[in-house]
């Protein structure tokens, strides 16, 4: 339960609290403890003038100073003049009660991937989804959810508000596979909001498998990342949002804008709706309502 006496220091103040309760006499502890008894009966001298200075000096730095070390600290007092090294000056903080306290780790938290990493073969078959940060120009902040087919490129969400919590997420993720189907496979980072128990619980039940990409690696989330580029340089970067309305018009436009009209690159130039119009229906997994016949051919319907 106690820390282990190994320094002669702690050898000593155990003989002391030993004989000080009575249980041996000074001989005794210093046999049962392996002590010298000249060590037992040592007794420092006082601190000297220049001594009681230093300790002064030290206090004052360490006050000024509170996320200094005692190297960075014996390197100030060096500065000054105060011939003393790292050691001294390790000593003299520890006698002061003086120790920086350790910078408190963050706790990553990942999610537990259900799904192997896959690559799309098919509408349907890998849908991702991420946040993107804005801010108005007034400086509120907009987050914005976005969910997107690997497959089809195509953006069935594009949802912003000042915030949004794991319920927000999980209710637009409703109203995306109510329209679009349900997809096979969820990639996503290790985001608070993707790893909840209660969106993990509700895709478990409904059979949608888990991708979580490794942290701090955003490239094995590609799709999502390219597309927010092309989201950041031509709507966000075009435009000055003022407020949260104007915000939800201008990016839902762009939206539909994205899915309609604007070619894509690896689609053959198409857009990714008529891409998606040119594709045979794929099945939803069980327990998850179908799309509404045609499969896909309701991508103007606009979630609001």
Same mark, same amino acid.
């Given at each position: 339960? +106690?820390?282990?006496?190994?320094?002669?220091?702690?050898?000593?103040?155990?003989?002391?609290?030993?004989?000080?309760?009575?249980?041996?006499?000074?001989?005794?502890?210093?046999?049962?403890?392996? %002590?010298?008894?000249?060590?037992?009966?040592? +007794?420092?001298?006082?601190?000297?003038?220049?001594?009681?200075? %230093?300790?002064?000096?030290?206090?004052?730095?360490?006050?000024?100073?509170? +996320?200094?070390?005692?190297?960075?600290?014996?390197?100030?007092?060096?500065?000054?003049?105060?011939?003393?090294?790292? =050691?001294?000056?390790?000593?003299?903080?520890?006698?002061?009660?003086?120790?920086?306290?350790?910078?408190?780790?963050?706790?990553?938290?990942?999610?537990?991937?259900?799904?192997?990493?896959?690559?799309?073969?098919?509408?349907?078959?890998?849908?991702?989804?991420?946040?993107?940060?804005?801010?108005?120009?007034?400086?509120?902040?907009?987050?914005?959810?976005?969910?997107?087919?690997?497959?089809?490129?195509?953006?069935?969400?594009?949802?912003?508000? =000042?915030?949004?919590?794991?319920?927000?997420? %999980?209710?637009?993720?409703?109203?995306?596979?109510?329209?679009?189907?349900?997809?096979?496979?969820?990639?996503?980072?290790?985001?608070?909001?993707?790893?909840?128990?209660?969106?993990?619980?509700?895709?478990?039940?409904?059979?949608?498998?888990?991708?979580?990409?490794?942290?701090?690696?955003?490239?094995?989330?590609?799709?999502?990342?390219?597309?927010?580029?092309?989201?950041?340089?031509?709507? %966000?970067?075009?435009?000055?949002?003022?407020?949260?309305?104007?915000?939800?018009?201008?990016?839902?436009?762009?939206?539909?804008?994205?899915?309609?009209?604007?070619?894509?690159?690896?689609?053959?130039?198409?857009?990714?709706?008529?891409?998606?119009?040119?594709?045979?229906?794929?099945?939803?997994?069980?327990?998850?309502?179908?799309?509404?016949?045609?499969?896909?051919?309701?991508?103007?319907?606009?979630?609001?």
């Amino acid at each position: 339960m +106690r820390k282990k006496v190994v320094s002669p220091a702690h050898r000593r103040a155990a003989a002391q609290q030993v004989v000080g309760a009575g249980l041996c006499s000074g001989r005794a502890a210093c046999r049962f403890l392996r %002590l010298a008894r000249s060590t037992y009966r040592y +007794r420092g001298r006082p601190a000297t003038a220049a001594e009681e200075q %230093l300790q002064k000096r030290l206090r004052e730095l360490s006050e000024e100073n509170p +996320r200094y070390g005692y190297r960075r600290i014996a390197a100030l007092l060096r500065q000054e003049g105060w011939p003393v090294g790292k =050691r001294q000056i390790q000593r003299l903080r520890r006698l002061e009660g003086k120790r920086v306290p350790p910078t408190k780790r963050k706790l990553i938290r990942r999610g537990v991937s259900t799904g192997l990493p896959t690559t799309a073969t098919h509408r349907n078959h890998v849908w991702t989804w991420d946040f993107i940060a804005d801010a108005t120009v007034r400086g509120g902040p907009l987050r914005i959810l976005t969910i997107l087919d690997e497959y089809t490129r195509q953006c069935h969400v594009l949802r912003v508000d =000042r915030a949004l919590r794991a319920q927000d997420v %999980l209710a637009w993720l409703r109203k995306a596979i109510e329209q679009q189907g349900a997809p096979e496979y969820l990639r996503s980072d290790n985001g608070s909001e993707f790893i909840a128990r209660i969106v993990q619980r509700w895709l478990r039940e409904n059979h949608i498998k888990t991708i979580y990409i490794e942290p701090g690696s955003p490239w094995q989330n590609g799709f999502v990342e390219s597309f927010h580029g092309r989201f950041r340089d031509e709507c %966000l970067n075009q435009e000055q949002l003022w407020t949260l309305t104007e915000a939800r018009v201008v990016i839902g436009d762009f939206r539909c804008k994205y899915n309609q009209q604007r070619p894509h690159s690896r689609l053959g130039y198409l857009s990714p709706e008529r891409f998606a119009a040119q594709l045979s229906p794929s099945p939803a997994p069980v327990g998850l309502r179908p799309p509404g016949a045609g499969d896909g051919q309701n991508q103007n319907q606009k979630l609001t």
